[in-house]
């Protein structure tokens, strides 16, 4: 089935830097990715919407200057947390869709923690 | 405004027994529906699908139901073993709109 790959898992960083994050389709074209947050036991939150070529689509709350999108690529998207604080530590999500299959899949998820 | 929200947080059932979970949906212009299981630390896995011109679909061992008439959907799980124990998501979807999530239920099996 189709995948989608986060690098890094998992990230240990102190306060006040930044923190970048991939995330790519490796066997299909997106178009449009999105990235979400989750905190301990609740659900996914979505974050913004991020499509080829284009400026992503924050949802409400969401400070778009400290989350950096880019979409730079059909198979690549990266989130850069920028200044980041301990309370940006959460599981951070990415998910593509399959343009092929409209089929919404989702990465591994990495782990921030800010010290 | 518009939500997706489950019946159940958590369920434990037998191995070997069916397991049903249920999810309620408000956006009456979802035509898009996705079961996603949730393992600890890891990221959504895709179980299954369906659109709204369906009301039922299988994969292997499990079978989405959809109603529209109560905005309804259930994700059934047959024979149901130890590596079946996650939290279940519902997501719907009204056109080119992003998902939205369910709060997830936990299913739990004793061996």
């Known amino acids: 089935g189709a995948v989608v790959s986060q690098h890094p898992s998992w990230v240990i960083c102190k306060s006040g830097t930044s923190v970048k994050i991939e995330c790519r389709s490796l066997?299909?074209?997106?178009?449009?990715m999105f990235w979400y947050r989750q905190f301990p036991k609740q659900s996914l939150m979505l974050m913004a919407t991020?499509?080829?070529?284009?400026?992503?689509?924050?949802e409400q709350g969401v400070e778009k200057d400290k989350f950096l999108i880019n979409h730079a690529s059909l198979t690549l998207s990266t989130l850069t947390v920028t200044s980041a604080h301990p309370e940006d530590s959460s599981f951070y999500i990415c998910?593509?869709?399959?343009?092929?299959?409209?089929?919404?899949?989702f990465g591994p998820g990495t782990r921030l923690t800010v010290l | 405004g518009e939500s997706v929200g489950l019946h159940l947080p958590t369920l434990s059932v037998q191995e070997g027994d069916n397991s049903i979970i249920n999810c309620a949906y408000s956006?009456?212009?979802?035509?898009?529906f996705i079961w996603y299981k949730q393992e600890s630390g890891k990221g959504p896995q895709f179980i299954i699908d369906?659109?709204?011109?369906?009301d039922k679909r299988q994969g292997q061992r499990v079978t989405v139901l959809l109603n529209k008439t109560v905005k309804h959907l259930s994700l059934q799980i047959a024979a149901t073993q130890p590596g079946d124990s996650a939290v279940y998501f519902c997501?719907?979807?009204?056109?080119?709109?992003?998902?939205?999530f369910g709060k997830g239920t936990r299913l739990s099996v004793i061996a």
């Open positions: 998910s593509a869709i399959d343009a092929g299959t409209d089929t919404q899949y």
């Open positions: 066997d299909f074209q997106a178009t449009t």
């Open positions: 991020s499509n080829e070529g284009s400026k992503a689509t924050y």
């Open positions: 956006n009456s212009a979802s035509d898009y």
């Open positions: 369906i659109r709204s011109n369906m």
């Open positions: 997501a719907e979807r009204a056109g080119n709109t992003p998902l939205v």
